[in-house]
């Protein structure tokens, strides 16, 4: 192998820049090319490819976003798509590429070398910690420091008006974000798409009241909540409730960006350094990922196709705290 291609795709994670970083130095240390990959596929496929030093990747390691960019390519899921991609790939010299992203970025790149021969190594930068074969991914740390700082804020105007305020953060099919802010937070409640049936416990918190039974309350909402959100139990709690006065807060993308915090960081360079050395030592369609502080390696299609439970043992966590 003498030349690698890197990008990042699907939705961006801070530490994506770190990981990044550790990528094109590992792979100059080791004597290998690189080429940078704009906005993932779609870059791929519009050959938007270019040499990195290793002065470009100089001052990232503290910026959220990614240098290269990132995009969610429809284009890539045909094969069309993906043919045109391995065209400019081959143009271009790359033998092998580091894809950071999620489970989305992952399947293109199985596919892709399926049908390619391409071979792959992956690092999971998504906020989401929903992966398979890691104990955390890049970006969540920061995420969750991002949205305690925001539910730390809202706790302040929370009790200056013995208000109940609904909070809600990312993850659309998992609750790891809710459960580590609302823990860290402080909250009363947490709600999330992995549990069902949880209306009942939003109900016996405040059913009959008009306010908070405390002097004011914290629920945390993952926006994949069975209910859909905290616009729509708000509503429902309002119709059922009249009187009652909640406020909503969404999040929202604010927990996307902003500079990793140092574990991001050196969890970024650590699996952008793993990933590069398996890519050299022959691995392909794996995932680098830090499972009790070790690096591992993991089959795309276990990374893909597992779930990573929640620990309940959080969860029990809040109602014991909610005494
Ligand atoms: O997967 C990361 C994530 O931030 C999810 O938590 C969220 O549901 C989704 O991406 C939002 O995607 P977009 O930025 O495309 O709206």
């Not at 043919?83 to 489970?103: P, Q, T, Y």
Request: hydrophobic residues 40%; charged residues 20%; negative net charge.
């Amino acid at each position: 192998m003498k030349r690698i291609g890197v990008f990042t795709s699907g939705g961006d994670s801070p530490g994506m820049n770190a990981c990044i970083r550790a990528v094109v130095r590992t792979a100059i240390y080791n004597g290998i090319e690189v080429m940078g990959i704009q906005r993932g596929y779609q870059g791929m496929i519009e050959n938007d490819i270019d040499f990195l030093t290793s002065r470009s990747v100089s001052n990232i390691i503290q910026r959220g976003g990614t240098i290269l960019k990132s995009a969610r390519s429809k284009e890539f899921m045909t094969p069309e798509g993906r043919s045109k991609a391995f065209r400019n790939l081959k143009e271009k010299g790359v033998d092998g590429i580091v894809c950071i992203g999620g489970n989305g970025t992952f399947t293109g790149a199985k596919l892709f070398f399926e049908e390619h021969g391409i071979p792959s190594i992956g690092a999971p930068g998504t906020i989401d910690n929903d992966l398979y074969g890691t104990d955390f991914t890049i970006g969540f740390d920061t995420a969750i420091n991002t949205a305690v700082e925001a539910i730390d804020k809202i706790r302040d105007t929370a009790d200056s008006h013995g208000r109940v305020f609904f909070i809600e953060v990312m993850g659309r099919h998992t609750g790891y974000i809710a459960l580590a802010a609302g823990i860290a937070g402080g909250a009363e409640l947490i709600l999330i798409p992995e549990k069902q049936g949880q209306w009942k416990d939003v109900a016996a918190m405040f059913a009959g009241e008009t306010k908070s039974p405390k002097a004011f309350s914290i629920v945390i909402v993952a926006e994949g909540d069975e209910e859909g959100g905290a616009i729509k139990i708000v509503e429902r709690l309002t119709k059922e409730i009249p009187d009652f006065d909640p406020r909503v807060s969404i999040l929202g993308h604010i927990q996307r960006g902003g500079s990793p915090t140092a574990y991001d960081r050196v969890l970024a360079s650590r699996l952008g350094n793993a990933a590069v050395e398996a890519l050299l030592a022959g691995e392909t369609n794996k995932m680098a990922g830090l499972v009790n502080n070790q690096v591992v390696l993991t089959s795309f299609d276990e990374a893909i196709n597992n779930s990573k439970p929640l620990n309940p043992g959080l969860l029990k966590l809040v109602d014991i705290f909610n005494c």
